[in-house]
């Protein structure tokens, strides 16, 4: 098994992120000097995806005109000797093969996918959640890719959560393979309490085989009437092999204020040019407070 796809479903409504989502798309939105539809880019090229289907909705064009070329901008830029900013700007539409296919309604994650059955085929592929942005020492995506190319099976992403929080995701029903590795027996999406069956949830990357879109073509819509990807693999751990890792890294949901504030200011920490400064201004501000 070889994973060179990826999809990113991107064709939320972003609510819990209004009012500056209303007509900037939520994967727009700026973490340091970057959107963060493009750390999700890199991090599926860093784990060796040549093509990446990125799932949009009507008002979501501002993400195929990020990753294209700007002939002028270049052009003024160069005209002024700016040429590690033209390098900067070009570097964005070079990335990666990227294609975009719209999800006419927003039907639920599980519609999402569905909607790239035909640039997959029948190969394997991944799938980057754009909310979900990763701070690991190997991709996260490439994690999980090693796993499934050695089971030759679908994989998902976890992490353990806490029991207030995993009302927000799903709870997955494992059984031990080896360290970080697990086979799921069972899922359900947002789980009551008494309906938990472990703290493990998925966190916004998988590795699945296609197998998972004639099951998605006719799944009824579940929680909160949208077709849930969590429902589809449900039946597909009944029909062949689903495995879970427990990957390696730090996952911000930059989907909710917190999570996103989060992640600007670690980044932002990280930055090369901008850290020192950033330190600096976190501890007068700590002292001031
Ligand atoms: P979320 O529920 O986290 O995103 O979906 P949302 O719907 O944009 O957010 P809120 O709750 O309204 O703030 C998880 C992922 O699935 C995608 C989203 O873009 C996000 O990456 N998604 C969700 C779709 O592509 N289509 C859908 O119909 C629903």
Same mark, same amino acid.
């Given at each position: 098994m070889k994973i060179k796809k990826a999809i990113i479903?991107?064709?939320?409504?972003?609510?819990?992120?209004?009012p500056a989502t209303k007509t900037i798309? $939520? %994967?727009?939105?700026?973490?340091v000097d970057k959107p963060s539809i493009q750390y999700i880019i890199e991090e599926a090229v860093a784990s060796g995806i040549e093509d990446i289907l990125v799932v949009t909705n009507?008002?979501?064009s501002a993400m195929d005109d990020y990753f294209d070329y700007h002939p002028e901008l270049e052009e003024r830029l160069a005209r002024a000797g700016k040429h590690a900013e033209v390098d900067i700007v070009r570097r964005t539409a070079d990335m990666a093969n990227i294609f975009y296919v719209r999800? $006419? %309604?927003?039907?639920?994650l599980g519609h999402a996918i569905w909607r790239a059955k035909h640039f997959v085929g029948n190969e394997p592929f991944a799938v980057l959640l754009g909310d979900d942005i990763m701070h690991a020492q190997k991709p996260v995506t490439k994690q999980l890719v090693e796993i499934a190319e050695e089971y030759d099976c679908s994989v998902v992403g976890v992490q353990r959560v806490s029991r207030q929080a995993i009302a927000k995701y799903c709870t997955l029903g494992v059984t031990p393979v080896r360290e970080r590795c697990y086979d799921v027996t069972k899922l359900i999406e947002k789980p009551r309490p008494d309906q938990v069956i472990s703290d493990f949830a998925i966190l916004g990357r998988y590795v699945l085989t296609p197998g998972i879109f004639d099951i998605l073509e006719s799944l009824p819509a579940g929680y909160g009437g949208e077709v849930q990807l969590t429902d589809g693999l449900n039946i597909l751990c009944g029909k062949e092999r689903v495995m879970a890792y427990d990957f390696i890294g730090k996952r911000y949901d930059t989907g909710n204020l917190k999570g996103y504030l989060e992640v600007v200011v670690d980044f932002a920490l990280e930055h090369e040019e901008i850290s020192d400064w950033m330190k600096a201004f976190i501890k007068n501000k700590a002292e001031n407070l």
């Open positions: 479903p991107a064709a939320g409504l972003g609510t819990r992120m209004l798309p $939520k %994967e727009m939105l700026p973490i009507r008002a979501k999800q $006419k %309604e927003t039907k639920g």
